[in-house]
């Protein structure tokens, strides 16, 4: 340490500490890397060693974390990244006031928030307006954070019923003729949204309101000709939309009605000479500023998946990002 180093100490009582600590110290550890400080634990008390700066950097983190653990928030890397890249960026606690914005919960008891500043605006447009286009890469939770928005709609009686759905494309495969009947033959395609609402709603009462006609999961060639008045519809996918298949769906919307379109326009499945959907209702709709249309980006800060999910995200986006610079400076 150097002459210009200081100590800073954080009151935390016995059962906070083991959360904040993490397994085998694994936070702190990350912490102290980061940071270039050293942080121990001595008579009850947290003591954080090293340039002012940081110093103080540290204890605003471990305060934020502590503030997670209050509300049963389990601290894991993905908090600890994302603080740690917050407050590079901007300085400020983040989490912590995001951890209050509970949406509802699973059917095992698990609180479903929002987890980072995009994931958190998203959920309020969602609350403000209509219509929301939602644009980001696998594992930032724009379609699970539509299911539970649509779910807590649906139970609280603000809508009569939840339509799910998404274009039946191959993800790049040729998977030839499957067996079955037509939902057998769609299901495969619908998939990730039965897993999202088992999760949040439980099989049991899935399958009785889908009985009921309540829950609807059909591909998007079903909405074709129908009108969806007091529903909260959501369809997922919608890089893989047609232009014409995208004006179609926006054109179904009725009194009453919320609508949530998730994509990724970095993992489009159409052939090479088509145009999405997405990208043309995105720039169309976006010049015009109509009332009760948002849209959203997330982006690899928002990964709420497996650390190395966010790290393969980020590196494709930089990937990218380079070579469209590339393509740019070549063609001045």
């Known amino acids: ?52 700066g940081a110093v103080e950097q540290a204890l605003s983190i471990l305060s934020d974390l502590a503030g997670l653990v209050q509300n049963g928030t389990p601290i894991g890397d993905q908090q600890v990244d994302y603080e740690l890249e917050m407050k590079e960026e901007d300085g400020k606690n983040v989490l912590s006031s995001i951890d209050g914005d509970l949406i509802c919960h699973t059917v095992s008891g ?16 969602i609350r403000d307006n209509l219509i929301v286009f939602a644009n980001g890469p696998a594992g930032t939770g ?28 191959e993800a790049g ?11 057998s033959k769609v299901d495969p395609y619908l998939r ?6 088992y999760q949040i ?21 079903y ?18 939309t047609t232009p014409e298949q995208m004006k179609m769906f926006l054109t179904r919307f009725g009194f009453g009605s919320h609508a949530v379109i998730t994509g990724d326009a970095t993992q489009k499945d159409l052939s090479p000479s088509s145009v999405s959907g997405l990208d043309v209702a995105t720039r169309v709709l976006s010049r015009k500023n109509i009332e009760g249309i948002a849209f959203c980006t997330l982006d690899s800060r928002d990964v709420v998946r497996h650390p190395l999910v966010q790290k393969i995200v980020k590196a494709y986006e930089d990937y990218e990002q380079s070579h469209t610079e590339h393509r740019s400076g070549y063609r001045r």
């Open 1 to 52: 340490m150097s002459e210009n180093d200081i100590t800073r100490e954080l009151d935390a009582d016995a059962e906070l500490l083991r959360e904040l600590f993490g397994r085998q110290d694994a936070n702190i550890r990350k912490i102290e890397k980061a940071l270039h400080v050293i942080i121990v634990l001595r008579d009850g008390k947290i003591k954080v060693a090293g340039a002012p």
């Open 110 to 125: 698990k609180p479903v928030k929002p987890k980072t500043k995009g994931q958190k605006k998203y959920v309020d447009a």
């Open 142 to 169: 724009k379609t699970f954070l539509a299911m539970a928005m649509a779910i807590t709609a649906f139970q609280n009686k603000e809508v009569e019923r939840i339509i799910l759905t998404r274009p039946a494309i």
């Open 173 to 183: 495969e040729k998977l030839g003729f499957l067996p079955g009947d037509l939902q």
């Open 192 to 197: 990730p949204l039965y897993d999202a609402l």
């Open 201 to 221: 709603m439980g099989a049991e009462k899935f399958l009785a309101n889908q009985e009921k006609g309540l829950i609807e999961v059909a591909p998007l060639a």
């Open 223 to 240: 909405m074709r000709g129908r009108t969806l008045d007091n529903a909260y519809i959501i369809l997922d996918e919608a890089q893989n």
